[in-house]
């Protein structure tokens, strides 16, 4: 497996001073929390933060609570919710029983709100939208509200009337009392509960007053002890925000947020909005589709949980927004594979090979290793006869300058673990195009190596016996994107579609060692690069392989 780097980053440095000797936790077992919106399946944006808070919390010897952000009555799904479960558990992370929802909380998030009218910290106000947006002042103009100094009996009056389900959507909001001059917006008495009448996946229809996520969250974070909420980039400016509803409400406990930047990566989008568009609008299969950025489309594809994890790792933990080539990704995958993945041979673009002096109608086998890097792992026997299929671009009738493979007269060449051979001609059928390569063997180099030592000049091809391997189809993949940066701000994503990101190859021939695989599991496709049984639509019956990644590794540290 490939090396997990072990890392520390400017997160653990804070972490440390809070709970060494004076620090504000001192002591204190480290408790972090992910906090996944269930309206769509996790992305490798997620994964980043998943290693934050699993990662973190387990490196000091903590825990991490999993909550579904479902504040937010809209587009919470079943579906979503055991799925991100699976994704987690999948990449090693563990919640124990410590699984919450924030829509718990309702009742006491109420409560807070109430709390905080009674202190004179929040009020009602009757702003429409629109006059809220035009009162909201610029960088010179502070905000206003007519409202501010409403009686605070009469915004508790109201308050209840609203969750009572009097009046109608937008009609009130309350808002905390906070800096109507503030030069952070988030601070400018930011509305704290709104109406509306929805249904809410799990509480029904209780509520017509939903909290907002910035009062909600450090709410349930302190609710659930949480020391440390590590949270993305975004959401730094409304830290002072948090600070104030954990300071002003009576919590048994302050959490401290603390932001890293998300992870962009290039020629793919993360951002759950627009994957559901591909989705919805069947530009992918699903949201397991293996060209997804997604976990389950990552699975599918054939990435490990230690190929992601270690990519991870090294991308590290930044302050500031970077975007990660894709290469990078795959060459964490590709070592990882490397190491693990049996070697098997399979032949994408079959043609014909006969060997004119192997006697017909006889079969032997040949041993070959099945993985050089483990050598526990031994080795397996593979038919070989007069009959064999290879890649077809293995063979040219007229030789290019530097051509190391089969051409008739050419260098004599080895076929992987079995004989040397010399291709001598070729049929073609009667459009001229070539059906079958001609070759003779050397009965003397048995295992590839020829019994004399003479050089041999040629290259060392893969094959597949004819009269002993299976069908099977094969899914190449390329960037879903041809865009480098399709999730920039303002770009129509649709329109940097690669429509040739998927190329279906059937009537591909592997040996028969894989007649009865199944996902998960990882091969080398010897000289092509690492395959998977595809976990939907791949059976004994109509094998289908999925190309994980390709053996040329592009990515160049350093570029
Ligand atoms: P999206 O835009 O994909 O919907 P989100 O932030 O709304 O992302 P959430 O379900 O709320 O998605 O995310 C859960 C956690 O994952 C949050 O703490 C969020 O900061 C983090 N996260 C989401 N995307 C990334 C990313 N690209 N890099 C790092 N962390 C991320
Ligand atoms: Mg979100």
Redesign the pocket.
Known sequence: MAEIVESKNFIHSFIEEDIGPGGQYEGATVHTR???????Y?????????I??FGTAEKFGGICNLRM?DTNPTKEDVEFVEAIKEDIHWLGFDWGDRFYYGSDYFEKDYEYAVELIKKGLAYVCELTPEEAKEYRGDLNTPAKSPWRDRPIEESLDLFARMRAGEFEDNKYTLRAKIDLASGNFNMRDPVIYRIRHMHHHRQGDKWCIYPMYDFAHPIQDALEGITHS???L??ENHRPLYNWVVENVSVPHRPRQIE?????IDHTV??????RALVENEYVSGWDDPRMPTLCGLRRRGYTPAAIRNFCDRVGVAKSPNTIEYGFLEHCLREDLNEVAQRVMAVLQPIKLTITNYPEGQTEKVVVENNPNRPEDGTREVTFSRNLWIEADDFLAEPIPKYKRLFPNGPECRLKGAYLIQCTGCVTDENGNVVEVLATYDPESRGGDPADGRKVKGATIHWVDANNCCDAEVRQYSNLFDDPDPDAAGKDFLSCLNPNSLEVLTGCKVEKSLENVKAPASYQFMRLGYFCPDSKDSAPEHLVFNRSVSLKDSFKPNK
């Open positions: 992910f906090p996944p919106e269930p309206n769509g996790l992305h490798i944006g997620h994964c980043k933060a998943l934050i808070d952000d590590l949270c993305s975004e959401f890293f930047a998300r992870l962009g993360l951002s759950k909005r627009k994957l």
